[in-house]
């Protein structure tokens, strides 16, 4: 016999979505029932939002990779403010038409267009970076969700269990039985009459695989064990071939015939 894992009576202290204290000392099982389905209904919520979150900063990735590509080679900001700096001597310290002097500033005014590009391009590139570094940070936050909804989900099976068969978390306990391939009918009983009376009768959970004949008992340590000696009884129970004298068997027949005549009149 192996004591059941005894982790849900921590499980509340342990999990970043749980109250911090020792559980079994201060809560019943309805009462740990309950903080154990809120809990998991917070995290199931939390979950929900970073997969929406994380949806979003995808969206607005793939909208920003866009544009910055749409983008091509360009100049840095630098390369383009010299430029714009040497045509503005060019036009003040010499003497042109006023055609060229034109051309200049349309040069000019597209220079500084370009500049304005290139800002934002860079913009949008550290807007990148940054988003990629808050999608990983929650990419980690979610696994631990995830994580911590599977605790949530395994404690709270257990705690139902518990509330089920009438015992404490930590009572639960899980015996192995194997059972005897030429009685695994009789302790089955015609369609699992036989051991959903067992698991009435000593408050357990029993699941038999037929085609190993183990059976697993759970429940609390006093009942598993009564649980089991009654399926030991059945098991060991001796079948015997009495050969009956043909005058007795004639009798009992007889007895049975008039039964079925009365019954029948």
């Not at 849900?8 to 020792?22: E, Q």
């Not at 949008?124 to 980690?140: A, C, G, P, Y």
């Not at 969700?145 to 599977?150: A, C, F, G, L, P």
């Amino acid at each position: 016999t192996s004591p059941a894992d005894s982790s849900v009576t921590s499980l509340l202290a342990a999990s970043p979505f749980c109250f911090r204290f020792d559980i079994d000392s201060i809560m019943s099982n309805p009462e740990l029932e309950a903080k154990l389905k809120h809990r998991l209904q917070e995290s199931l919520q939390t979950r929900d939002a970073q997969q929406n979150q994380m949806q979003a900063w995808q969206k607005d990735l793939k909208s920003l990779f866009q544009k910055v590509k749409s983008r091509g080679g360009r100049k840095s900001v630098a390369q383009l403010q010299q430029e714009i700096e040497t045509l503005e001597r060019e036009r003040t310290i010499q003497s042109m038409s006023l055609a060229s002097e034109r051309n200049i500033l349309k040069q000019i005014a597209q220079l500084q267009k370009q500049k304005q590009n290139v800002e934002e391009a860079s913009q949008q590139e550290e807007q990148i970076q940054t988003i990629k570094s808050q999608l990983d940070h929650m990419k980690e936050e979610h696994i631990k969700t995830k994580e911590s909804i599977q605790e949530l989900e395994s404690a709270l099976s257990k705690v139902k269990l518990a509330n089920s068969l009438d015992c404490a978390t930590t009572e639960l306990t899980t015996m192995e039985y194997s059972v005897p391939q030429d009685k695994l009918g009789l302790i089955i009983g015609k369609q699992g009459s036989q051991i959903q009376q067992f698991m009435t009768e000593y408050k357990v959970t029993i699941d038999v695989d037929k085609t190993t004949y183990q059976a697993k008992i759970t429940g609390s340590p006093t009942n598993v064990r009564q649980a089991r000696d009654a399926m030991d009884r059945i098991a060991k129970a001796v079948e015997e071939e009495i050969e009956l004298e043909s005058t007795l068997v004639s009798y009992l027949l007889s007895n049975v015939s008039e039964d079925l005549s009365q019954l029948k009149s």
